[in-house]
């Protein structure tokens, strides 16, 4: 992915080099390839991959520590002081040092289930595009099945059934959005077939294997990456969802959906713990589908 | 038409059998009924008798088969809460998710159709960006925000409306208003990308050349084509009319189906649940299966198309 980030900015620099204008062009030049918003995006998904990464470190606090005395503490420039910046709810807990867990615990499940789904979106797909007939008509009936039915009421009904565990709520969140990216791959794997590299390397003996993952993958990788990035933000909607229901993801554990939850029986004397997460959730889906977005105007040709 | 009418209902009958098939295997893995019903505690004999009198000692195709006859006939089993037929409890909670999401989805309608429309006519200039900035915010916005935020302004600070609960037509305002905004972006995106696709179109172009006033040109070429996509988006909705409260229901603690499903869900009510699934599942199955059959009606090339392509 990187690679692919930097191919703007090497357009944009050449540009710039050819120009025979002052240094205002290519600051010009610099933003309508590098978007204000969408470098404030990629700021925002920047800063939050930090924190994933660094999470405990970055926490000033135990994200659980209780501090009964300054229960209800409102963040700074609201009345509060600089040891809770943002605040500390109904138990005395750091606002700040929780919405840092939050978001650690909503990236880390959005991005093993966005794997899942890929996975699985990809493989069926793949299977439908290379065995056509009955087995492609079965995969289409079950993707017909998926997309016609709210994910959010089957999350729901395998909860009750089945109760609820870290790793089922992975899971689970992980076919929300399968459909789309196998109905993709389908699509854009039966058309690699038709090109000229997919029959070459056939003639020349390779196993189906072998021309599945090698060459299409790597040639539709693109745009799976994109949809998969349009996938991310709804997993984080979904999850934050179920969790803000408080069938999500269990206390003491937070998430993003969770805080805001819990938050909301304290809206009227303390809004803060409710809106610091909301505004969390808000900034992380906006800046990935304006990535997102932004990502699949840079590559789809025919949109230029 | 005969034979597209067939297949599209074909294909609604198998997600219809998928959908009871899920019921019935989430139903078998959620563990032993006896067990669950009777508690681990009960006597062999019990369990014995218990299992003969549901069945369950049976084959597993035969319970599966006769799951199925007993969805037909509507037998879905009680309330493990106050042991009313769990159908009847799901039923009386319909008509008050239907008070809310209907009026939603005719705000959802009467905003996002003209800004889509709106936007699409006056694409690349300040009004379009302004639109779908807003409408991007609908998207990326979650509804128990949204309607946190609205409880927040109008009944916390201004007071003007209730937080939550029902009784009066003032407590739906605000779980109305926030499906209702947020419905209205997905149809004002949805719209826009039609006509934009519609406005690209030789035919256009052959309608203003031929002299027509733009505006007849947007009207009667442009206006009705592009309705073709935006109905699917609006079918989906109707088939959640159901469907699309449970968040927006439990922020504003009104007493729907989605509010129920939640609290089924929390106590583990399997009855309720099932029939929610079920009930869910068939008006989205119905919902999508009229969609369908109009889209054939209004644009008879896909009938054509689909049989062409033989699925």
């Keep these: ?304 | 038409m005969l034979r597209y009418t067939f297949l599209r209902i074909f294909r609604a009958l198998i997600t219809v059998t998928l959908i009871v098939s899920l019921a019935f295997v989430i139903l078998r893995m959620s563990g032993d009924p006896a067990i669950i019903i009777l508690g681990p505690e009960a006597p062999p004999e019990a369990y014995a008798a218990f299992r003969s009198n549901w069945g369950l000692d049976q084959p597993i195709w035969i319970q599966y088969l006769k799951f199925f006859g007993a969805v037909s006939q509507g037998d879905l089993g009680n309330s493990m809460r106050d042991g009313r037929s769990a159908l009847q409890v799901v039923g009386e909670r319909v008509p008050l998710t239907l008070a809310i999401t209907i009026p939603a989805l005719f705000l959802k309608i009467l905003i996002g159709l003209p800004a889509g429309i709106c936007a699409a006519l006056y694409r690349n200039t300040y009004i379009d960006r302004l639109i779908m900035t807003v409408s991007v915010m609908g998207f990326t916005v979650p509804s128990f925000v949204l309607g946190l935020v609205l409880a927040l302004i109008f009944a916390v600070k201004l007071g003007w409306l209730p937080s939550g609960g029902s009784g009066t037509w003032q407590h739906a305002i605000l779980p109305i208003l926030t499906m209702g905004l947020i419905g209205a972006a997905v149809i004002a995106r949805f719209t826009r990308s039609a006509m934009l696709e519609v406005l690209g179109q030789p035919y256009i172009r052959a309608a203003s050349a031929k002299g027509l006033v733009w505006r007849d040109v947007v009207t009667s070429h442009a206006l009705p084509n592009a309705a073709i996509p935006t109905l699917t988006i609006v079918g989906f909705m109707v088939g959640s009319l159901v469907a699309g409260a449970v968040v927006v229901e439990s922020v504003f603690s009104w007493p729907g189906v989605g509010r129920l499903l939640v609290t089924a869900v929390a106590n583990r009510d399997l009855a309720v649940v099932q029939v929610i699934l079920l009930f869910i599942g068939f008006t989205m199955v119905f919902a999508n299966l009229t969609v369908d059959l109009l889209y054939g009606w209004v644009d008879p090339r896909l009938r054509t198309k689909q049989l062409q392509a033989g699925s």
């Design chain 1, 1 to 304: 992915m990187t690679l692919e980030l930097n191919d703007p900015k090497s357009l944009a620099e050449d540009s710039g080099s050819g120009s025979v204008f002052t240094a205002k062009d290519r600051l010009t030049a610099f933003f309508e390839t590098w978007p204000p918003l969408v470098l404030f995006a990629l700021f925002w998904i920047a800063l939050c991959a930090v924190v994933v990464a660094f999470a405990p470190l970055i926490a000033p606090y135990d994200f659980m520590a209780m501090d009964l005395p300054s229960r209800l503490t409102p963040p700074v420039f609201f009345g509060g002081v600089w040891t809770h910046p943002l605040g500390t709810d109904e138990l005395g807990r750091d606002v700040l040092s929780r919405l840092i867990i939050s978001i650690r615990i909503s990236v880390v499940i959005a991005f093993l289930s966005t794997l899942i789904a890929a996975t699985l979106g990809v493989t069926l797909g793949f299977l439908a595009a290379y065995f056509r007939g009955r087995v492609e008509q079965l995969i289409l009936i079950l993707i017909d099945a998926q997309a016609s039915m709210p994910f959010m009421i089957i999350a729901l009904a395998v909860l009750a059934f089945l109760g609820n565990s870290l790793t089922l709520f992975v899971i689970l969140m992980g076919f929300y959005g399968w459909e789309r990216i196998a109905r993709i791959a389908r699509g854009l794997a039966i058309s690699a077939n038709e090109q000229g590299y997919a029959t070459a390397v056939r003639d020349l003996g390779a196993s189906p294997w072998r021309i599945y993952s090698r060459h299409i993958l790597p040639n539709i990788a693109s745009t799976l990456i994109v949809s998969m990035t349009l996938n991310f933000p709804e997993v984080i909607l979904l999850e934050s969802g179920l969790s803000f229901l408080g069938l999500g993801i269990q206390p003491p554990m937070t998430s993003l959906g969770n805080m805001v939850g819990y938050g909301r029986d304290y809206i009227q004397s303390a809004p803060w713990i409710m809106l610091a997460p909301s505004v969390a959730i808000v900034l992380t889906t906006l800046s990935i589908s304006i990535v997102g977005d932004w990502m699949r105007d840079l590559f789809d040709p025919t949109l230029k």
